[in-house]
């Protein structure tokens, strides 16, 4: 079974900046697209960005757009997110997430088949 292992969420000022990662561990699959979803208690998981395997392309929400930058290192099959100015409504519990399927809706929670257990950001002064 594959597991997505995350790391370096943690406690941050307003403004300064933070980098995720994520490898998968055990059974190595080949993923199509990989990204980070992010929640916050009480709403939906909301898809912050998303890179394709294959042709590097990304995606990103608008409230992330110009601030975070998604990236993978194919080598270590590490997925990173460098979180920078960020702000105290980026605080959530962060997911790493994959995808085996070719094309897909890179918003959608039900496009992928693996999830991480989640790290949590907490931007606060």
């Known amino acids: 079974q594959v597991q997505l292992v995350e790391s370096g969420g943690g406690l941050v000022q307003p403004g300064g900046s933070l980098r995720l990662s994520c490898a998968p561990s055990?059974?190595?699959?080949?993923?199509?697209?990989m990204g980070w979803f992010r929640q916050v208690p009480g709403k939906e998981r909301e898809g912050v960005a998303s890179?394709?395997?294959?042709?590097?392309?990304?995606n990103y929400a608008d409230s992330v757009k110009g601030r975070f930058t998604i990236s993978r290192d194919n080598a270590k099959k590490t997925l990173y997110l460098q979180m920078n100015s960020l702000k105290p409504e980026d605080t959530a519990v962060y997911y790493c997430?994959?995808?085996?399927?070719?094309?897909?809706?890179?918003?959608?929670?039900?496009?992928?088949?693996?999830w991480g257990q989640g790290t949590q950001v907490t931007v606060s002064s």
């Open positions: 997430v994959a995808s085996g399927y070719m094309s897909i809706v890179w918003q959608a929670t039900y496009e992928y088949d693996d």
């Open positions: 055990g059974f190595t699959f080949h993923y199509y697209h």
């Open positions: 890179i394709s395997v294959t042709d590097g392309s990304t």
